[in-house]
C-alpha cells in the first residue's frame, strides 16, 4: 500500500508559479513509477506529466510542455511539478498518482493509487 499527499495548490495570477509537491509513504518509492493529473470542473480527468521510478525518463502532455516540470526525489519519497506560466485553463484539481511499476505512463488506468488533490486556481 502507498499512501499520497499533495501539498503546494493554491490562487495565483496568470504568469504565474506554483510548485506541487506529493508526499509518499508504505512502500520502496523507487519501485513506483508517478504521475501529476488534472481535472477540471465538468471535463474528464486528464494526463499532466509523469516521471520513471529512476527519475531519468519524463512525458508531458503537449499541453504543458516547456512550462511544468516533473521531478522526483527518491531519498524523500517525493515528487513535484513546477508549473511556471501559468494560464486560466490550467486551473484544476491537481493529483499525483503511483504506478506499480518503474515504467511511467499518460494512463490513468495504469496508476494504482491517487492522492487526494490539491487545488490550482489561475485568474488572467
Known amino acids: 500500500q502507498v499512501q499520497l499527499v499533495e501539498s503546494g495548490g493554491g490562487s495565483v495570477q496568470s504568469g504565474g508559479s506554483l510548485r506541487l509537491s506529493c508526499a509518499a509513504s508504505g512502500r520502496t518509492f523507487s519501485d513506483f513509477a508517478m504521475g501529476w493529473f488534472r481535472q477540471a470542473p465538468g471535463k474528464e480527468r486528464e494526463f499532466v506529466a509523469a516521471v520513471s521510478g529512476s527519475g531519468g525518463v519524463t512525458r508531458y502532455a503537449a499541453s504543458v510542455k516547456g512550462r511544468f516540470t516533473i521531478s522526483r526525489d527518491n531519498v524523500r519519497s517525493a515528487a513535484y511539478l513546477q508549473m511556471n506560466s501559468l494560464k486560466p485553463e490550467d486551473t484544476a484539481v491537481y493529483y499525483c498518482?503511483?504506478?506499480?511499476?518503474?515504467?511511467?505512463?499518460?494512463?490513468?488506468?495504469?496508476?494504482?493509487?491517487w492522492g487526494q488533490g490539491t487545488q490550482v486556481t489561475v485568474s488572467s
Open positions: 498518482a503511483a504506478k506499480r511499476s518503474r515504467y511511467e505512463s499518460s494512463w490513468s488506468e495504469e496508476y494504482d493509487y
